[in-house]
């Protein structure tokens, strides 16, 4: 690569590292104004309408995916301070490769391989908050339950479930008691508290106090009665995952041989790849390739993924 090239890397880079770091900086600003605003007596604000119109296409479906992506993990991060993170990391992961290979074309597919793990690790990272979601729920509805057959109202239920359950759990009870506190309807805060948390369980809550605070009834035994329910299903689970641990790690292993060994090759030994990335043919068996190892990869999970 000429210099130029070489500078321009370099600028890249180094202008989205800058707006990386400033758009953190404003983050954490803003997050220590929030926190400030909490002590304040709560105020009414002007609330979001509910994105019905929103734009169709893969690209608003794209950011709409990353979006609640980043808010299910619970990060706080800004969207552009996700991405021009994502864009900072596939660009030295570029650049550290064409530094001991100094070649263009597997600098290139270095940055756009390691451009997804990002959003895998944040995947995963997901999936671990939701699971700790689910398994806090069944203690929150029992304590519920036990304040509401104390005497306590549901707006100081949830405000107790706010201040004395561990997060991340704590943290959305915290925002509900919030908004009924600036005096926003149950409905709304619990379709709102449906939606920022992926569960079914979750809904059923938010239904049962729905129908409570509409028709009336004896919620506290519906309530102890799912929280049993919760928690015989989790028990269920946790079963049938040890029993189908062995599956899902031969499927884990079989999936990731054929590409660690075609990056190898293609990183290393590119001579034995070459002729077939000079035919058609060779393309040709390479999608084939590319389709039945996707296929199959997604057969096996579907096999070997537990049914509740």
């Not at 321009?8 to 220590?32: C, E, N, P, Q, W």
């Not at 959003?119 to 304590?143: C, N, S, Y």
């Not at 036990?146 to 706010?162: C, F, H, N, T, Y």
């Not at 759990?169 to 992926?198: D, I, N, T, Y």
Request: glycine share 6%; aromatic share 8%; hydrophobic share 50%.
């Amino acid at each position: 690569m000429t210099p130029t090239g070489i500078a321009i890397l370099v600028f890249l880079a180094s202008a989205t590292a800058v707006a990386a770091v400033g758009y953190m900086v404003l983050d954490l600003r803003r997050v220590r104004l929030a926190s400030a605003e909490e002590a304040k007596p709560p105020r009414l604000q002007r609330l979001r309408l509910e994105e019905a119109d929103a734009p169709a296409g893969p690209v608003a479906s794209f950011d709409r995916w990353f979006v609640k992506l980043l808010r299910d993990v619970g990060l706080g991060w800004n969207a552009a301070v996700a991405a021009l993170l994502l864009t900072l990391w596939a660009i030295v992961c570029g650049t550290v490769v064409f530094v001991f290979d100094e070649r263009l074309e597997p600098a290139v597919a270095a940055g756009l391989a390691a451009l997804p793990l990002p959003l895998m690790v944040l995947g995963i990272q997901r999936a671990r908050r939701i699971a700790r979601l689910q398994e806090q729920l069944p203690p929150a509805l029992e304590i519920l339950a036990r304040s509401m057959r104390a005497g306590q109202s549901l707006d100081q239920a949830v405000k107790l479930l706010g201040d004395h359950t561990p997060d991340p759990l704590a943290k959305e009870f915290r925002w509900c008691s919030h908004q009924l506190e600036m005096g926003l309807a149950l409905p709304a805060v619990m379709r709102s508290l449906s939606r920022r948390v992926p569960l079914y369980d979750m809904r059923i809550l938010a239904t049962t106090l729905i129908v409570h605070r509409q028709t009336g009834g004896n919620v506290v035994t519906v309530l102890e009665r799912l929280a049993q329910v919760i928690r015989e299903r989790l028990n269920y689970r946790r079963q049938l995952r040890a029993t189908m641990a062995a599956g899902r790690l031969s499927t884990t292993m079989v999936g990731i041989v054929a590409p660690a060994v075609f990056a190898y090759f293609f990183f290393f030994r590119q001579d034995y790849l070459r002729p077939m990335f000079e035919s058609s043919l060779g393309w040709s068996i390479l999608a084939v390739a590319v389709i039945l190892e996707i296929v199959g990869v997604i057969w096996a999970r579907r096999l070997t993924r537990p049914t509740y």
